[in-house]
T-cell receptor, first 113, second 109 residues
Framework: DAGITQSPRHKVTETGTPVTLRCHQTENHRYMYWYRQDPGHGLRLIHY???????DKGEVSDGYSVSRSKTEDFLLTLESATSSQTSVYFC????????????FGSGTRLTVV | GENVEQHPSTLSVQEGDSAVIKCTYSDSASNYFPWYKQELGKGPQLIIDIRSNVGEKKDQRIAVTLNKTAKHFSLHITETQPEDSAVYFC????????FGAGTRLTVKP
C-alpha cells in the first residue's frame, strides 16, 4: 500500500530461532514504525525510527531490536523467538513531521511454534 | 504515557442505520486523533482525522467529533452499508500514536 512493502507476509518459526522482518518504503519518509497487533490490544508500538541509524523503543520493545541503515529499509529482529511473539506485525510510515496519520503496510503474520 | 480506551468492542447494525464508536484518552496534551479502518487481511487505513483545534469534521457518510474538556472523541457512520463492515481503530497522538483496542463493526444487509 502506497509504497510500503513488508516481507515475508507469513512465517512460521521455531522457539529460540532468530527472525528478521523487513519493511521497505519507496517514498523517502523519515519516520517509520513497527507495531504488533493482538486481539484485545489493538496496535502496540514496538520500535520506531526517525532517521538512518536513529531508533527508539516503544511500549512493547522487550525481545525486539531494530536497525535502519538506509532510509528505505527498517528491519525488526526477534533475537530468540518466543511463543508470546506470535502476532501480526505492521510497519508504518508517517508522511509529515507530526500530526499526520500513518500509512501501514499489509502486515506479516508470524507464528512461533 | 497516553492511554486510549475504545467502546464498544463489537457493534452490529442493520444496513442503513447509523453506527457510533467512542474513544477516550488520558493525556490532555494529545492533539491529533485519527481513525483507521482495517479490512480482513489488510493493514489499517486512515479514513478520517481531527486535530485538537477543531470540534467536528465530516467526510461524506463519516464524521468525527472531539470534546477536549471530557477527553473523548467519536466516529459516526451514517447510512451504513455492508462494505462498512470492518474493524475500526481510534488513536491519539502527541508525537507517537497510541491506539484503542478496536471495534468490529458488522453491517447486516
Amino acid at each position: 500500500d502506497a509504497g510500503i512493502t513488508q516481507s515475508p507476509r507469513h512465517k512460521v518459526t521455531e522457539t529460540g530461532t532468530p527472525v528478521t522482518l523487513r519493511c521497505h518504503q519507496t517514498e523517502n519518509h523519515r519516520y517509520m514504525y513497527w507495531y504488533r497487533q493482538d486481539p484485545g490490544h489493538g496496535l502496540r508500538l514496538i520500535h520506531y525510527s526517525y532517521g538512518v541509524k536513529d531508533t527508539d523503543k516503544g511500549e512493547v520493545s522487550d525481545g525486539y531490536s531494530v536497525s535502519r541503515s538506509k532510509t528505505e529499509d527498517f528491519l525488526l529482529t526477534l533475537e530468540s523467538a518466543t511463543s508470546s511473539q506470535t502476532s501480526v506485525y505492521f510497519c508504518a510510515i508517517r508522511r509529515g513531521t507530526e500530526n499526520y496519520g500513518y500509512t501501514f503496510g499489509s502486515g506479516t503474520r508470524l507464528t512461533v511454534v | 504515557g497516553e492511554n486510549v480506551e475504545q467502546h464498544p468492542s463489537t457493534l452490529s447494525v442493520q444496513e442503513g442505520d447509523s453506527a457510533v464508536i467512542k474513544c477516550t484518552y488520558s493525556d490532555s496534551a494529545s492533539n491529533y486523533f485519527p481513525w483507521y479502518k482495517q479490512e480482513l487481511g489488510k493493514g489499517p487505513q486512515l479514513i478520517i482525522d481531527i486535530r485538537s483545534n477543531v470540534g467536528e469534521k465530516k467526510d461524506q457518510r463519516i464524521a468525527v467529533t472531539l470534546n477536549k474538556t471530557a477527553k473523548h472523541f467519536s466516529l459516526h457512520i451514517t447510512e451504513t452499508q455492508p462494505e462498512d463492515s470492518a474493524v475500526y481503530f481510534c488513536a491519539a497522538s502527541i508525537y507517537d500514536m497510541r491506539f484503542g483496542a478496536g471495534t468490529r463493526l458488522t453491517v447486516k444487509p
